[in-house]
């Protein structure tokens, strides 16, 4: 559904069927971060769940705690393989009838037959928004409460971007919040069914229409992960800061918990998210998946790229993590300087100091096993630790 159809200077995007621009992306990034545009996002996948234990049968499958999620409340859940990789991510937030998620294109199917094959005889019912069904998804950089109310009354559901904030239960693996550059910034999501006027409805309150490709650049700025770029492949949540706001260290167990509590406690994530800047040649930017380079040898890849009406040319690579942060890094033609998202040191913000067990291994070399301080609760810690239930 493309509700921005027939709006006047739009060139499509037709991997993604909206339009990528209005003829200056630019301007339009700074029309988006200044809260006077709207981005059409009508590729992203709406998938709803109801029934009366929707709380607890998610609750237990994700890493998002839906038993204190209250009505109305943004917030996003990652589902993990057995090994903590992240199979499927998705906005959420539950209107006290159902819980909606937002999801990545191609993602929403997978994600639905996954949560049908782990129904069993729970009461809750998997709902698919495609077809005639299927509504547009409108981005704004603007607080849900300061859109008029009858912007609002069109959405079905208001969904707003938790990020960077770390949430309770969460931990961050770089800046601490009040240093994040997307620290001011506002992402809402309205998710409007297709006869409803939002767009005719926004014009008319002084917005202006601002391609996808200004959106991604803003999203690229803010060091915002999003699944199908930085999340495509065999990735660990760790990696890409998404501790913050997807993961809950202090609930029971889900599929992949194990993994996560033990790298926050024991591990270093392999790789880290970082931002880069580019230098090149004018015209064309690396693709995404184009490798990073130092010396002559491999330390990461692209995951996202993008000119930035403020930066210029940005991108988001995972890179191996001890790589040196004053590395001269290549890709392709280009140069790059780095920016840290993911920490070097590989700790997060509830990350022990020192590795569980030091303590005891200390002791034993100077002496006896009786004497130890860190060992008997070093790795049943409530929070995230390895026993935790």
């Not at 990652?78 to 819980?99: F, M, Q, W």
Request: one cysteine or more; a negative charge; aromatic letters at 6%.
């Amino acid at each position: 559904m493309n509700v921005t159809q027939g709006l006047p200077g739009a060139v499509m995007d037709e991997s993604l069927g909206v339009p990528a621009h209005y003829a200056n992306p630019f301007a339009e990034g700074n029309r988006l971060a200044a809260g006077e545009a709207f981005t059409d996002l009508s590729f992203l996948e709406v998938l709803s769940v109801s029934g009366v234990e929707r709380a607890t049968w998610l609750h237990n499958l994700t890493t998002r705690d839906f038993t204190a999620l209250a009505p109305g409340e943004s917030s996003e859940m990652l589902l993990l393989s057995p090994n903590g990789h992240v199979e499927a991510a998705a906005a959420v937030v539950d209107d006290g009838e159902r819980t909606w998620f937002l999801m990545d294109t191609g993602c929403s199917e997978p994600f639905a037959q996954f949560l049908e094959s782990m129904q069993f005889r729970m009461r809750v019912e998997v709902e698919r928004w495609e077809g005639e069904q299927k509504p547009a998804v409108i981005g704004l950089m603007v607080p849900a409460d300061e859109l008029s109310e009858k912007t609002r009354t069109h959405a079905t559901v208001i969904w707003e971007d938790p990020w960077p904030r770390t949430l309770p239960g969460g931990a961050h693996y770089g800046v601490a919040d009040e240093n994040h550059p997307a620290r001011n910034a506002n992402r809402t999501l309205l998710v409007v069914a297709q006869n409803e006027p939002v767009v005719e409805t926004l014009i008319a309150a002084g917005f202006v229409p601002a391609g996808v490709q200004a959106w991604e650049a803003k999203r690229i700025a803010q060091w915002r992960p999003r699944p199908n770029t930085e999340a495509a492949n065999q990735v660990l949540p760790h990696e890409l800061d998404w501790l913050r706001t997807a993961v809950h260290l202090d609930k029971g167990c889900y599929r992949g918990q194990e993994t996560v509590a033990k790298l926050v406690n024991l591990g270093k994530p392999p790789r880290r998210l970082t931002y880069l800047y580019l230098e090149g040649p004018e015209g064309d930017l690396p693709e995404p998946g184009a490798e990073v380079t130092s010396g002559g040898r491999t330390v990461g890849q692209l995951t996202s790229v993008a000119r930035d009406s403020e930066d210029g040319p940005v991108a988001l690579a995972l890179l191996r993590r001890a790589t040196a942060l004053d590395a001269q890094l290549e890709v392709g033609a280009f140069v790059a300087s780095q920016e840290e998202i993911v920490a070097r040191e590989g700790k997060s913000s509830v990350s022990p100091q020192e590795r569980p067990g030091q303590g005891l291994r200390r002791s034993n070399r100077g002496g006896g096993p009786g004497s130890a301080d860190g060992g008997a609760g070093a790795f049943g810690s409530a929070r995230g630790g390895l026993g935790s239930r």
